[in-house]
């Protein structure tokens, strides 16, 4: 098994439930898409098969593990508290429940009764933040109650290295095994920021030219001077508003080629379109992110490779609204 730089072995074996887990990251492959005549080629690195179905049970447990490597409690004896915009946290409750730890989670009201109903199950504790203070009022509910509880761990996503350290060390390290020498743009929504910039540094080694690009919510963009807002979006991503800025993203401004944005109507005709031509139901952030690539691989040429990631499959809300629109077609 693959160690990571930053990552302790000897926590694996002190604790066979976080060695079990990262067993069950599962293969995730990548798939070419079709792309126009005159377009470059597009692939994707599909993250669907690990637990809760998510790129970020690759998350959980990085920041999980980075936390056991220097724990002095019993687990039993500690609380995880994190936020969360919904694939984190299924990932999240379904690690620590196994582990025995007890778990705090935030989401915002209205999230999907499919996570909720999950999050139950797996008995995490579950905390909502009003919607209308948007995707900023539920790190915010998170860092109060951290502060109202300074026993609890606090993983905090967007400021925890590593979330950045895994995703370079381990996706970047999986795209490269396939793609050694022949990728000429990396595209990713920002989220946490950990995904886009940790795969970008991994893959920069290999591809010193490597452009880089991000892709982000219409409705509310990646640095946006305006409060943070309720309207929906693609998921897991978004600005966090008032000139706030992702710390991950922020650090590598300068290597941004260009940032793209894609309105939440956008992203749910894509997954419709995706599924009516390859038969996949994928989610709205890897509608985004396709999107985004198409037109990368359409400014860059046919001779151009652009690399994106699919981080999760639809839901079965988004499952469900795909079929019936589907439906009408035939």
């Known amino acids: ?71 002095d409690e019993r687990l039993d004896e500690i609380t995880i508290l994190e936020y969360s915009g919904g694939g984190l946290s299924m990932a999240l409750a379904e690690l620590c429940y196994e582990l025995g730890v007890k778990c705090v989670l935030v989401l915002m009201q209205g999230t999907p009764d499919s996570i909720l109903d999950r999050l139950h199950s797996l008995q995490a504790e579950v905390v909502l933040s009003d919607k209308k203070y948007g995707f900023y009022g539920v790190m915010e509910k998170g860092m109060a109650l951290s502060a109202e509880h300074p026993d ?38 920002i ?50 508003g008032c000139g706030r800025k992702q710390k991950f993203v922020e650090r590598v401004e300068e290597e941004i080629v260009a940032h793209h944005l894609v309105s939440f109507q956008e992203s749910k005709q894509a997954m419709l379109d995706f599924y009516r031509s390859s038969g996949l139901m994928i989610g ?11 037109r990368i691989a359409e400014e860059l040429g046919e001779d151009a490779t652009v690399m994106t990631v699919f981080p999760s499959a639809a839901l079965p809300e988004e499952q469900q609204e795909i079929l019936n629109k589907a439906a009408a077609y035939a």
């Open 152 to 189: 609890w761990k606090f993983l905090y996503q967007h400021q925890n290295w590593a979330n950045f350290d895994f995703h370079s060390e381990v996706t970047a390290r999986e795209i490269t095994d396939v793609f050694p020498d022949s990728i000429d743009a990396w595209v990713a929504s």
């Open 284 to 294: 709205s952030s890897a509608a985004a992110n396709l999107l985004v690539a198409y």
């Open 191 to 240: 989220g946490t920021g950990g995904t886009l910039t940790g795969v970008y540094n991994g893959l920069k080694a290999h591809h010193p030219n490597l452009r880089l690009y991000t892709n982000m919510p219409a409705e509310m963009p990646y640095g946006s001077d305006g409060p943070s807002n309720s309207l929906p979006k693609f998921s897991g991503s978004g600005g966090l």
């Open 1 to 71: 098994m693959y160690i990571p730089k930053g990552f302790n072995a000897d926590t694996l074996r002190k604790y066979p439930k976080l060695h079990d887990f990262y067993q069950r990251l599962g293969e995730t492959p990548i798939i070419e898409i079709d792309t126009p005549s005159g377009h470059g080629r597009i692939f994707a690195k599909c993250e669907w098969n690990h637990p809760a179905g998510t790129i970020k049970a690759k998350v959980a447990l990085a920041m999980v593990w980075r936390l056991l490597d220097k724990l």
